[in-house]
């Protein structure tokens, strides 16, 4: 992967790159909360370089009057030649 693969949807037009996406999810600035997901079901190519998990995702804010948002996500994993796994596609939807 280049830096420019990856695909991320999560409202408006799609962001495109590692650091798109990283700047689009606040960059450096301090976390406004915690991401939690979890896959509902998993597919996998039987030539055992791609996949994809779709499941639910949990938003709990930093400030504790804030109420945590919660969706679903798709994302399509690809695996690299040095065997790690990375998201090319993301997709979510919140509740």
């Not at 992967?1 to 450096?28: C, N, V, W």
């Not at 938003?59 to 695996?79: C, E, F, I, L, Q």
């Amino acid at each position: 992967m280049d830096g420019k693969d990856g695909l991320s949807f999560d409202g408006g037009e799609p962001k495109r790159g590692a650091d798109t996406i990283y700047q689009s999810h606040g960059g450096d600035a301090p976390p406004h909360g915690v991401l939690a997901w979890e896959p509902a079901e998993v597919f996998a190519a039987s030539g055992g370089d791609m996949g994809v998990t779709w499941g639910h995702w949990v938003m709990k804010p930093n400030d504790s009057a804030k109420k945590a948002s919660t969706g679903h996500y798709v994302t399509v994993w690809r695996k690299e030649a040095s065997g790690e796994w990375k998201g090319i596609v993301d997709i979510g939807d919140a509740d």
